[in-house]
């Protein structure tokens, strides 16, 4: 904290500052340098995605915690070294042999594996460590509303009094304006800074696939629309919760 | 009372003995970490350190410091190291040699590809017990998400999808085929 970031003389009810709109919701960010805020250590966005909006896998430098306000839906996060372990069952093929495809995984006959997934709903609250990256998809009819509060000041984060989120997928071509020398630059996602030739040899697929990782010509913003089904292994709902009925599993 | 406590403690470790090493392949390298885990004493300055040594054209997977800014210096050969900042610029695009010092902030990512017969170097880091997230390999944050959240975040097909996710087996060192990784300026 600099001196006197606490000397508040007059408070105000605040509104956010920047509005990161993108196809499938927005992002409304307050100033973290508004006064009371920088007092508080805290930065704080609301995020209004639209149904079947995805909020692309971000990260960022503090700690947040985030309560749903309204609407639900499905949450990942990806925690360094957790195992995959949402996994669907087999494909199995006539005489009960796994499926052969292509790709290693496919060989394994199992259409897909993952960290956990969790359904959120209105009311719950949700921490989140600095560096995992969360996702969130909101498979209801309404659009979902989540507030959250990131502790800058908290020793965890290692860099300045900024948040900070760093893009895993999608871009935000609007920038971060809160960030003095960022105002008119586009933030683009990890990839993107990467020469395409790194992430070809790191994930051993094509040159043309790893250019696709930088979303280059891509202005969906960091929530993006889903079209059609978003299949995401994930438990069923428990009974009563939001008063649906479990969904029904595939034999 | 503390000559049976503090006075005590263990202070010192050699991270040049590969037969402790926490991730090893013969024909890549190994990668020790020392932690409040294996000196407890860390814990009371709040550091840790790793220490890597990887053969010619062997590259550690594009990974960020979850928890800690981290200071590499080489002690011994060359890489080509790349780093990405928040704003996914490019920040970093050179080889780093014996005697030289870079700093990794929290949440950068960076790749390094060793180009000459063996590269070295200690990493400390500004937290006990730093983590690393990685973006490619086995144990990536690529591989914990669900192929629906890579297809439409990168609009890939599914079968590509399945590539990033599953084709890389290391976890942390992979080889390279060599030849130049970076093309001209950065994209900002």
Redesign the interface.
């Known amino acids: 904290q600099w001196p006197n970031e606490c000397q508040l003389d007059q408070l105000n009810a605040l509104e956010p500052s920047q509005i990161i709109k993108s196809e499938g919701g927005r992002i409304e960010v307050w100033d973290h340098r508004a006064p009371q805020l920088r007092c508080s250590g805290f930065a704080f966005e609301r995020f209004i995605i639209e149904s079947q909006g995805?909020y692309?896998?971000t990260?960022?430098?503090a700690g947040k915690l985030t309560f749903v306000v309204h609407g639900r839906g499905l949450m990942?996060k990806?925690?360094?070294?957790?195992a995959?372990t949402?996994m669907d069952s087999p494909v199995f093929q006539q005489g009960g042999q796994f499926g052969e495809g292509?790709?290693?995984?496919?060989s394994q006959g199992f259409?897909?594996m993952?960290?956990k997934?969790e359904h959120i709903r209105c009311g719950d609250t949700t921490a989140t460590?600095?560096?995992?990256?969360q996702?969130i998809?909101n498979n209801g009819d309404e659009p979902l509303i989540l507030v959250s509060a990131a502790d800058i000041a908290n020793n965890?984060?290692?860099?300045d009094r900024n948040l900070?989120?760093?893009?895993?997928?999608?871009?935000n071509p609007q920038?971060?304006q809160w960030l003095q020398g960022?105002e008119q630059?586009p933030?683009?996602?990890?990839?993107?800074?990467?020469?395409p030739?790194?992430?070809a040899?790191?994930?051993?697929?094509k040159l043309e696939?790893a250019q696709?990782?930088?979303?280059?010509q891509?202005n969906r913003g960091n929530i993006?629309k889903?079209k059609g089904p978003?299949?995401?292994?994930r438990p069923p709902l428990r009974r009563g919760q939001g008063g649906q009925q479990p969904q029904e599993e595939g034999n | 009372g503390i000559e049976e406590t503090l006075c005590t403690m263990r202070c010192t470790e050699n991270l040049d003995d590969p037969s402790s090493a926490d991730v090893y392949k013969p024909s890549l390298g190994y990668i020790s970490t020392l932690n409040s885990y294996n000196l407890p004493i860390l814990s009371y300055l709040r550091l840790s350190a790793l220490r890597g040594s990887i053969r010619n054209n062997a590259?550690v997977?594009?990974q960020?410091?979850?928890?800690?800014?981290a200071a590499l210096y080489v002690t011994n050969g060359k890489a080509h190291i790349?780093?990405?900042?928040?704003?996914?610029?490019?920040?970093f695009?050179q080889e780093i040699s014996s005697g030289q010092l870079i700093v990794v902030?929290?949440?950068f990512?960076v790749?390094k590809?060793a180009t000459s017969d063996k590269f070295e170097w200690i990493e400390f880091k500004?937290?006990e017990n730093a983590?690393?997230?990685?973006?490619?390999?086995r144990?990536s944050?690529?591989?914990?998400?669900?192929?629906?959240?890579?297809t439409?975040?990168?609009?890939?097909s599914p079968?590509?999808a399945?590539?990033?996710?599953?084709?890389?087996?290391e976890t942390t060192l992979?080889h390279?085929?060599g030849?130049?990784?970076?093309?001209g300026r950065?994209?900002?």
């Open positions: 995805l692309l896998p990260f960022f430098n990942g990806v925690v360094p070294g957790c995959e949402f292509q790709g290693q995984g496919q259409r897909d993952h960290q997934v460590p600095p560096g995992v990256a996702w998809y965890q984060n290692q860099l900070r989120p760093f893009l895993i997928a999608g871009n920038g971060q960022r630059q933030q683009n996602n990890i990839f993107s800074g990467f020469a030739e790194i992430l040899q790191a994930f051993k697929i696939t696709q990782l930088q979303n280059q891509d993006v889903v978003f299949g995401v292994i | 590259m997977l594009p960020w410091n979850v928890n800690a800014n790349q780093m990405v900042n928040d704003n996914g610029q490019r920040v695009d902030p929290q949440g990512s790749s590809r500004t937290n983590q690393i997230n990685t973006l490619a390999g144990t944050v690529m591989t914990g998400l669900p192929l629906e959240v890579i439409n975040g990168f609009q890939i079968q590509e399945r590539k990033v996710k599953f084709s890389t087996l992979t390279t085929s030849g130049p990784m970076s093309y950065p994209r900002v």
